[in-house]
């Protein structure tokens, strides 16, 4: 099995950063592509960013040029660095991770005031 513990999300006013970190513990063999989704209440969860086990990023057309994904040396622990941010960016923020099974966080809850 394989865990994921969530940071970072909090209340902020648009224009400015948030940080989520999402660190992967328990049976891991070797990096997998990981991710953030987002959800608001009442819709399905969207993806936000996703990065592969070579570090390869992919974002949604609403986060592009504001959030940066990344991961550390050892492959386990994401990142989402979020700049700019919007009132439309609130969500509660999901970290995925997908191996030989898939995971998924608690969230985190990102507030965006305007």
């Known amino acids: 099995q394989v865990q994921l513990a969530e940071s970072g999300g909090g209340l902020v006013q648009a224009g400015g950063s948030l940080r989520l970190s999402c660190a992967a513990s328990?049976?891991?063999?070797?990096?997998?592509?990981m991710a953030w989704y987002r959800q608001t209440p009442g819709n399905d969860r969207e993806l936000v960013a996703s990065?592969?086990?070579?570090?390869?990023?992919t974002y949604a057309d609403s986060v592009k040029g504001r959030f940066t994904i990344s991961r550390d040396s050892a492959g386990n622990t994401v990142y989402l660095q979020m700049d700019s941010l919007k009132p439309e960016d609130t969500a509660v923020y999901y970290c995925?991770?997908?191996?030989?099974?898939?995971?998924w966080g608690r969230g985190t809850q990102v507030t965006v005031s305007s």
């Open positions: 995925f991770w997908k191996g030989p099974y898939t995971a």
């Open positions: 328990g049976t891991i063999f070797s990096r997998e592509l």
């Open positions: 990065i592969t086990s070579s570090s390869t990023p």
